[in-house]
């Protein structure tokens, strides 16, 4: 097992409960709608914030018919505004869906609007150029039946730790373009995100020095109380871009759990001290959903499956069905190997199960803190969910 210090510069021992914070997708369930969905993201936040959660984070999704999260910024100072000691921010806002001055005016404005600090976690958008290239790569090859959709190889189980095959699904690239081209957004390049992390915190910190040398102020952003995150799913440029600047990075198993460890390494090796942090700061997120017993958990999870598989298969997300509903047209053999490595990487079950598989994550990964999102129809599941775990994890 890898032992990977602590942003302190020590060890963490085996008992050691790192803090806890939330993502919140902003996901509408079955019968309900946007506005419900909004009103619930306030509601679990206070939950949380009275259950001793950290930060709540709030994601940033388009086009997406099963969430209303899709000017995420917009709901931080609402929810800064229910709570009083959570640290709010967006997980992530895309900067290839804005400009890097846009992003940095928007974390100033949240946090001087709110007079709090404001967590701007910032992610790079998608699909690239390469990834698209891939995509098609995988559509000739399944229309040609040299490969078969689902899992390649065997998930396996690192010290307690779910490290799920990959998986081989269609690439839906004319909603990929369509995404793109609604958002003006073009596929982007390591450079290019390097620069717009660097602009972002030339904004924040008053540094910003265009080629025309005229002198730039960018207000509200310089000064503003922000902490700036960057979030990755690889062991790539969101990492490298993470570690050289000194920021805090988010690493993503609950999206892909296939690359966590090399993801965290590539972020440690890269790694500078900065002003903001001596040591790497290193938040895991995870797929989670706690009820009373491993039964009742387990059923309250399937849902997920099903609404998974939509996201895989038409690049949109539809209303959460309830348990009830989606029982009444369970996924196919052949369709849930398409979401098999997400549902083998999801952590389910009573409070002692999900805290056992929870402390192998972190005592693989070295993570300072874990992201929680938690998926289910219902607000009071969600909630009781965030509760359990918060009264067990010590």
Not at 118 to 128: K, M, N, S, V
Not at 189 to 216: C, H, K, S, Y
Request: charged share 20%.
């Amino acid at each position: 097992m890898t032992s990977f210090p602590t942003a302190a510069g020590a060890h963490a021992s085996a008992d050691t409960a790192i803090p806890l914070s939330v993502l919140d997708l902003v996901l509408i369930s079955e019968g309900g709608n946007a506005a419900s969905a909004l009103r619930e993201a306030v509601v679990l936040a206070q939950t949380v914030e009275s259950a001793g959660y950290r930060r709540y984070w709030v994601a940033e999704h388009h086009l997406f018919p099963g969430g209303a999260g899709s000017a995420s910024y917009l709901l931080t100072p609402t929810i800064a505004q229910a709570t009083s000691a959570l640290r709010v921010g967006t997980a992530v806002i895309i900067v290839d869906n804005h400009t890097p001055l846009q992003v940095a005016e928007i974390a100033g404005t949240v946090a001087t609007l709110t007079g709090r600090p404001f967590d701007l976690g910032i992610g790079r958008g998608g699909p690239t150029a390469d990834q698209v290239a891939r995509g098609r790569q995988t559509n000739a090859a399944l229309e040609a039946g040299t490969v078969q959709p689902g899992p390649v190889g065997e998930h396996r189980v690192d010290d307690g730790v779910v490290i799920p095959s990959w998986v081989v699904a269609p690439f839906i690239d004319v909603r990929a373009e369509l995404n793109n081209r609604l958002l003006n957004r073009y596929p982007g390049n390591p450079t290019d995100f390097g620069e717009q992390v660097d602009d972002i915190l030339g904004f924040l910190r008053g540094t910003f020095t265009p080629p025309e040398n005229v002198p730039v102020t960018a207000t509200p952003a310089e000064g503003a109380d922000v902490e700036v995150w960057v979030h990755g799913s690889s062991a790539g440029v969101s990492a490298e871009v993470a570690g050289a600047n000194g920021l805090r990075f988010g690493a993503n198993y609950h999206a892909l759990p296939q690359n966590i460890l090399a993801t965290v390494q590539a972020y440690r090796d890269a790694f500078v001290p900065s002003a903001e942090l001596a040591e790497p700061y290193v938040a895991v997120s995870v797929d989670v959903l706690v009820a009373d017993t491993d039964e009742e958990a387990q059923r309250l999870a399937k849902p997920f499956e099903r609404w998974l598989h939509t996201i895989r298969t038409t690049y949109v997300g539809t209303p959460y069905l309830s348990p009830e509903t989606d029982a009444a047209n369970p996924l196919t053999a052949e369709e849930a190997l398409l979401v098999s490595d997400r549902v083998a990487s999801r952590i389910v079950g009573s409070p002692e199960t999900v805290v056992s598989r929870l402390k192998a994550l972190r005592d693989a990964t070295g993570a300072d803190e874990f992201v929680i999102t938690t998926q289910a129809h219902s607000l009071a599941v969600r909630e009781h969910s965030y509760r359990l775990l918060s009264e067990f994890w010590r």
